[in-house]
């Protein structure tokens, strides 16, 4: 089977049951951050040498994402991939665990320390940027109830991740002082 079909080079795609859309269309773009995100969360895992239990959930995570884009890309709204609301409670455990480890933050930081750390930066602001297209794309059509949640939890996991990593590998977090004038 070959991987192209040539059927998107005039600028439209299917969704989930053969409704042709542009693709530049809000869900189109809504599940193409969540993609984005999902392949970010690959490097990740790459990069930091994950594999202990936060490798597992961040696994759990790629699978849910895949959830989400399937809900996305779905020419009408399908509870079958709606994620379910245990799915936010279990970022927010891992957010919870992984906090309790770390040394109390009283200031901004600057996304950065090691590799690792920035890439979870970077997980954090593509979730954000997903998070930002699905809001524009419930407008008009359902996202599912926990969809908003669970990205927004999603990103502080990034945030709390990168500062862990930081943590883990003994790396200086760089705190943001305002310097006005």
């Not at 599940?31 to 969360?41: A, F, K, V």
């Amino acid at each position: 089977m070959k991987i192209y079909t040539k059927t998107g080079d005039a600028g439209k795609t299917s969704l989930i049951g053969n409704t042709k859309v542009d693709k530049d269309d809000t869900r189109v773009e809504a599940y193409g951050n969540i993609d984005e995100l999902n392949s970010h969360i690959g490097l990740l895992i790459s990069t930091a040498g994950i594999t202990d239990e936060i490798g597992d959930f961040l696994h759990h995570v790629q699978g849910n994402l895949f959830l989400l884009s399937s809900l996305m890309a779905s020419e009408k709204y399908n509870e079958k991939y709606e994620i379910d609301a245990t799915e936010i409670e279990k970022v927010e455990e891992e957010i919870d665990r992984l906090t309790a480890m770390l040394p109390k933050k009283f200031s901004f930081v600057y996304p950065g320390g090691n590799l690792a750390s920035s890439e979870s930066h970077i997980c954090r602001t593509v979730c954000r940027r997903a998070e930002r297209r699905v809001v524009t794309m419930s407008r008009t059509m359902n996202a599912g109830m926990n969809t908003l949640p669970y990205l927004n939890r999603l990103s502080d996991y990034f945030f709390t991740l990168a500062r862990y990593i930081n943590y883990r590998d003994n790396v200086d977090e760089k705190k943001w002082e305002i310097s006005c004038k």
